[in-house]
């Protein structure tokens, strides 16, 4: 498994995009935010965008803010309710008085998760998801992927079920190295490269025992089990082991 972070260019466009839910229109759109992907022991109480190809100066507070991740083509990727924003400073370039740099204070929440920006980035410039991806990136971000799966996965309609992978669902346990990695894995077993199929195991039975979609999976065919069970723990892999045959799922065990 390698350790090397998969190579992104930095592109032109406005990779978020800030507006109000009610109001509506556009408050700010910038191709970076410095300040929002943070530890949660560590939040500033602003945050600046880098790289603005638009700004509402009109309009310096809004309360209902919605800062959207957008890719290549436009379309919102992701999705994060920040509250009230207030427009701060704003820098502009010498020649043209363009914005080059906003500042607001943000008083909702920030994204725990530093390593999703790197991520965002990839998934808004690099095209469609690939199989094993999350696999590339270092061990430590296995989170912030699933935080990122998790995000897109609503953000874009989808719910909480089943929509893909016709047949047996393979997982394989040699590649959870994290109680994370085992989700990302199982989303991507279940609904394909950047799918989503449960953050922890409550998520898990509800994505299960869905209404919609094409209902549970019939049989998972888990392999290398016992790598899970030395890496994840016994009790864990217990209960999954233990809600899985709740509802009836085929799990053989390899």
């Known amino acids: 498994m390698s350790e090397r972070l998969p190579v ?5 466009l406005p990779l978020y995009v800030v507006f109000g839910e009610e109001v509506g229109g556009v408050l700010i759109a910038a191709e970076e935010v410095e300040g929002f992907f943070v530890d949660a022991a560590d939040k500033p109480s602003e945050v600046t965008f ?4 638009e700004v509402d100066r009109s309009r310096r507070r809004v309360e209902d803010a919605v800062m959207t991740v957008v890719n290549r083509q436009r379309e919102k990727i992701g999705e994060y309710f920040i509250g009230r924003v207030v427009l701060g400073d704003v820098h502009v370039e010498q020649s043209g008085g363009k914005a080059k740099r906003v500042t607001c204070r943000l ?3 920030r994204c725990d998760y530093p390593e999703a920006k790197k991520i965002w980035l990839r998934w808004a ?3 469609a998801h690939e199989k094993g991806e999350w696999l590339r990136w270092p061990v430590n971000y296995q989170g912030a992927w699933l935080h990122v799966v998790q995000n897109s996965w609503f953000a874009t309609s989808h719910r909480a079920a089943r929509y ?3 047949g047996d669902i393979y997982l394989d346990g040699a590649q959870m190295m994290t109680r994370p990695g085992f989700y990302c894995a199982l989303g991507e077993a279940v609904n394909g490269p950047g799918g989503y199929f449960g953050s922890n195991l409550d998520a898990v039975a509800d994505c299960i025992s869905s209404p919609f979609g094409e209902g549970p999976p019939e049989k998972i065919i888990w392999q290398n089990f016992r790598t899970s069970q030395e890496v994840l723990g016994h009790a864990f892999l217990d209960s999954v082991v233990k809600l899985m045959r709740e509802f ?3 799990l ?3």
Do not use: P
């Open 8 to 12: 992104v260019d930095k592109v032109d």
């Open 248 to 250: 009836r799922i085929d």
């Open 107 to 109: 008083f909702g929440d």
């Open 252 to 254: 053989a065990i390899c």
């Open 50 to 53: 880098v790289g603005v190809h």
């Open 125 to 127: 410039t690099g095209g």
């Open 164 to 166: 893909g992978a016709e």
